[in-house]
């Protein structure tokens, strides 16, 4: 007959492993491997930051806030430490997660983008703060009740109306000042 | 369309052009600010900070998502890890109370054997009185022949010196009378 405390490491073991490769799969998934991080490092780093603390205090309650802290300084040190030793650029931050990438970008139009980069930047900066963050998060993928939750808005209906009214804005003028249709 | 298909055809190029102007951004954010806002927990004295922070940076921004969605499986591990310990805590205290339980047949068991003997001894205790006591008659008797012996010795005593004592003494004051009676 198996030792009770043997049963309970395996376990454990099991549902770390299972944790571990949901971990490693959606640092795939949100390109964070782009960023000279490895997913498989990153999850046995979590998995063993994980063991330490339950081994640390074994009646302690283990929250899923106190998980999710121990992936998030994982991930941070990982990217500050890729950071350090990195030799290349950072990669086209064009891709969405999981996205093909985007064809390769030619001289004129990067010269362009660079113009409209400015501009984009000009603009979101006449923008009221109370719009711009909305806005910002909304160009960096999140969802309305993302937002809503990030920048302390009451609802997603709500975060969903100042984004609208910010992205018109912003659009507009774009146009007034010639960086071209950002709406067609 | 909805707001959403419409706003995604031009949110591509404009998410696009943004994150090409934020990718350089760094912030210095730490673990505790990013789970936080992951989990939507952020300080309201932080939060424009934070968020601000988050917006300007496709790195961070990424690592918020991926712990938004990370959410769920970071309370089934929770929830899976309290019960696995809340189990083996359960059996720990099964085992407990089977060596308790243990220990009391143990001390039942004891306490009948202790009770078994103290009868035993107050038994032997009892016979070894009575041994005695049936047995010291015997001795009486010796003692008693002793005193018999002795008795006899003085009525053997008594019977050797006495009669011829007491006529002498008799004759002697019958001696003395006579000489009284006759002056």
């Not at chain 1, 991080?37 to 806030?65: K, M, N, Y």
């Not at chain 2, 009575?130 to 018999?148: G, L, N, Y």
Request: proline share 4%; charged share 30%.
């Amino acid at each position: 007959m198996a030792n009770p405390a043997d049963l309970v490491q395996a376990r454990l073991e099991a549902l770390f492993r299972t944790y571990g490769a949901k971990v490693q799969a959606l640092l795939l998934t949100y390109g964070l491997d782009k960023h000279g991080i490895d997913p498989a490092d990153v999850e046995q780093e979590v998995r063993i930051r994980l063991w330490r603390a339950l081994e640390r205090d074994r009646s302690g309650a283990f929250h899923a806030s106190y998980i999710q802290r121990v992936v998030a300084s994982t991930v941070i040190d990982a990217l500050r430490r890729a950071e350090v030793r990195a030799a290349e650029p950072l990669p086209d931050e064009d891709e969405e997660p999981g996205s093909v990438g985007e064809a390769p970008v030619g001289p004129d139009r990067r010269a362009g983008d660079v113009e409209q980069m400015q501009g984009l930047a000009r603009c979101l900066a006449e923008i009221p703060e109370r719009r711009r963050l909305p806005i910002t998060l909304h160009l960096q993928g999140f969802a309305l009740q993302e937002i809503a939750d990030l920048a302390g808005i009451p609802s997603a209906e709500a975060a969903r109306k100042l984004v609208s009214r910010g992205l018109e804005e912003l659009k507009v003028r774009l146009r007034e000042l010639g960086y071209g249709e950002f709406d067609e | 369309m909805n707001w959403d298909t419409v706003n995604s055809m031009n949110k591509t190029s404009l998410s696009a052009l943004y994150r090409r102007l934020t990718s350089a951004n760094t912030p210095a954010l730490d673990a505790e600010d990013i789970a936080a806002a992951a989990d939507g927990t952020l300080a309201d004295d932080r939060r424009e900070a934070v968020a601000g922070a988050i917006a300007a940076s496709p790195v961070h921004a990424r690592v918020v998502r991926m712990l938004r969605e990370l959410r769920t499986d970071s309370e089934a591990l929770a929830f899976g890890i309290a019960r696995t310990e809340r189990d083996a805590a359960h059996r720990r205290h099964e085992r407990s109370d089977r060596r308790i339980a243990t220990g009391r047949r143990y001390g039942q068991v004891t306490r009948w054997a202790t009770a078994m003997a103290a009868c035993l001894v107050a038994v032997v205790g009892f016979w070894t009185q009575r041994h005695v006591q049936t047995e010291s008659p015997r001795a009486h008797a010796v003692a008693k022949a002793d005193r018999i012996f002795t008795s006899r010795d003085t009525i053997s005593h008594l019977t050797m010196d006495g009669p011829r004592s007491k006529p002498s003494v008799e004759g002697d004051r019958l001696f003395r009378d006579d000489f009284s009676g006759g002056g």
